[in-house]
């Protein structure tokens, strides 16, 4: 069974910063953050392949992704956070690749992890 686990949630104040761990039972050729905050919908925050690092305009600049590939792990490191990146934080893959349309949906990935938790105070 495939499996994704996150890790490295937490709280901190606005300005701090967080790493967040997306480990994988497998290599995908897609994979993706996505964020939920309380009483609205799922939003990308960033897809990675080989061909296209995407971020969200309201992450870029301020987060970085990275995969390390012998450990199936995608990294999202959170700098100078702000109140409105509180949510629950998701991982997501797929195998092959999105159309540029598809790339922030979240019908479009397969798997997910069960979601880790980032609270940013103010």
């Known amino acids: 069974q495939v499996h994704l686990v996150e890790s490295g949630g937490g709280s901190v104040q606005t300005g701090g910063s967080l790493g967040l761990s997306c480990t994988a039972s497998a290599s995908f050729d897609t994979m993706a953050w996505f964020r939920q905050a309380p009483g609205k919908e799922r939003e990308g925050v960033v897809h990675f392949s080989q061909y296209e690092t995407l971020y969200a305009g309201s992450v870029r600049g301020r987060f970085t992704v990275s995969l390390d590939v012998a450990r199936n792990k995608l990294i999202l490191q959170m700098n100078s956070l702000k109140p409105e990146d509180t949510g629950i934080y998701y991982c997501?893959?797929?195998?092959?690749?999105?159309?540029?349309?598809?790339?922030?949906?979240?019908?479009?990935?397969?798997?997910w992890g069960q979601g880790t938790s980032v609270t940013v105070s103010s």
């Open positions: 997501a893959a797929i195998s092959g690749y999105l159309a540029p349309s598809r790339r922030f949906v979240p019908e479009s990935y397969l798997y």
